[in-house]
């Protein structure tokens, strides 16, 4: 009985300030959003608090405080390899209740995201060298992903952690880091089209033909100028008199996840009990869950299974219009799809789901043991005359803390962006007026436009966000 009470605490109230974390962030009040965050750090509980630090890091981020958006970050990451090395000891109890008694350690790309945010932050604040460091990390991550995942048609690189390396590399001059990462995310954008629903981005062809033409790397930029016959490009002895602008667009939502419940009878009445449920209460939620976990631990023929099913929240922005207008001219350019976060969520749910389905069936047959082993026990405890009694309520509790503890792991990044939308454009030096318009699958306007006054140096490169809801 012990053990069935602690199956009931496993059953505690969920993270509920999304929806207000959202809502400001479609408003533009950015500040508040990570107020919010932060006033609901306790909500997210000592097993979560990786998770807090990464939602944490990513409102510091759009709030404009960099520097302490690194500093959370730095503490998740430090927390992720700490936890990859002493998961073991969590792992008895999440087998006994449900897996939200793990310490969550984040997915692999949501890891991956913690260096990419942080070389962000870096870049924002012109510090290149702290930047290029967080791409190293990048690199030595994204290694280590792939010598641990051995299939092939894993999530075992990130072309968009790669594409941005590329960049801050050739900020400091590094050409030969530089053709490295971009030709890997190349060859990644090009092996993970399948299941990421993402072509490469066109200006990443003319960084290739850039680059090698400066290494002279004759046969590669031979083979690449064939491929790439249609790409204009600039050499970098043209560029370096000029500005760079590189704006990062992080459009919609990340995906969400929800239990979906397998509800399995052990006999034809118990059949029965659950297709008359379901007919009565529908679709499973947290009200209906407490009177389908009470109807089918008194029956005590029902086995419950719940698994995580991933809710996408895609943006309607196709693209950002970027304008910079100035004494010295106006120029423009378009964001172009560097990373969908919708699709690797997705993809990395797909890959553990054999493993979490053979788990939760595992964990509901030993629960449902458990339960019997309570009303027998209880029966013969209470002797020959009550013994019946006692023992068929005793199960019957069991069973409905049993089936009532079941839940799947829903938390994920939820601060994050369905999508991560770059644009690049190289400007004569001056002061302009930078305007960024979200465009709509439709064609028209989604949010609102936002514009800024920038001053701008000649070979100097400036980094700017933007965060569009919905």
């Not at 790309?109 to 990419?116: G, L, R, S």
């Not at 059949?271 to 631990?297: C, I």
């Not at 509790?397 to 991560?420: C, N, Y």
Request: proline share 3%; net charge negative.
């Amino acid at each position: 009985m012990v053990i069935m009470l602690t199956m009931l605490e496993g059953c505690g109230p969920k993270i509920s300030h999304y929806v207000l974390v959202e809502e400001s962030l479609r408003t533009g009040d950015v500040t508040k959003a990570d107020q919010i965050v932060e006033q609901s750090e306790k909500e997210y509980g000592s097993k979560s608090q990786v998770l807090y630090r990464m939602d944490r890091g990513m409102t510091l981020q759009l709030a404009g405080r960099y520097q302490e958006s690194n500093a959370v970050l730095e503490q998740a990451e430090e927390e992720v390899d700490r936890l990859y090395t002493s998961r073991l000891r969590t792992e008895a109890k999440a087998f006994l209740i449900n897996d939200t008694e793990l310490t969550y350690e984040g997915d692999a790309y949501e890891q991956v995201m913690i260096n990419v945010l942080k070389a962000v932050n870096y870049a924002v604040m012109d510090e290149w060298s702290d930047a290029v460091v967080e791409a190293r990390r990048i690199d030595h991550r994204l290694n280590v992903l792939s010598d641990r995942v051995q299939e092939k048609d894993a999530y075992r690189d990130d072309s968009f952690a790669r594409y941005l390396s590329g960049i801050l590399y050739e900020e400091i001059g590094d050409l030969n880091n530089a053709f490295i990462a971009y030709r890997n995310a190349y060859e990644g954008y090009r092996r993970a089209r399948p299941w990421a629903r993402i072509s490469t981005p066109p200006m990443l062809r003319s960084d290739l033909l850039r680059i090698t033409d400066a290494l002279h790397l004759s046969q590669e930029y031979e083979e690449y100028r064939r491929e790439f016959a249609d790409v204009t490009w600039q050499s970098i002895s043209d560029q370096q008199r000029l500005a760079q602008v590189v704006l990062i667009g992080y459009n919609g939502r990340a995906p969400r996840k929800e239990d979906q419940f397998i509800d399995l009878p052990v006999s034809l009445d118990a059949l029965k009990l659950v297709l008359l449920t379901k007919g009565a209460v529908g679709h499973s939620n947290q009200d209906s869950r407490a009177v389908e976990s009470v109807l089918y631990g008194l029956s005590g023929r029902v086995v419950r299974v719940a698994l995580p099913r991933l809710v996408p929240q895609k943006t309607q922005v196709a693209y950002g219009q970027v304008s910079l207008s100035g004494a010295s001219g106006s120029f423009s350019t378009r964001t172009e799809l560097a990373q969908n976060l919708t699709a690797l969520g997705e993809k990395s749910l797909s890959d553990q789901f054999a493993g979490l389905a053979i788990k939760a069936v595992a964990r509901a047959a030993v629960k449902y043991a458990m339960a019997e082993g309570v009303g027998r026990g209880a029966r013969a405890a209470a002797g020959k005359d009550a013994g019946p009694w006692v023992g068929l309520l005793a199960g019957a509790l069991a069973k409905t803390l049993a089936i009532a503890s079941e839940e799947a792991d829903k938390r994920s990044w939820r601060t994050l962006p369905d999508e991560v939308q770059i644009a690049r454009l190289w400007v004569p030096p001056g002061d302009y007026e930078l305007r960024v318009r979200p465009v709509g699958r439709d064609g028209g306007v989604v949010g609102h436009e936002s514009v800024r006054t920038v001053s701008l140096q000649g070979g100097e490169t400036k980094f700017f966000i933007e965060r569009v809801l919905p």
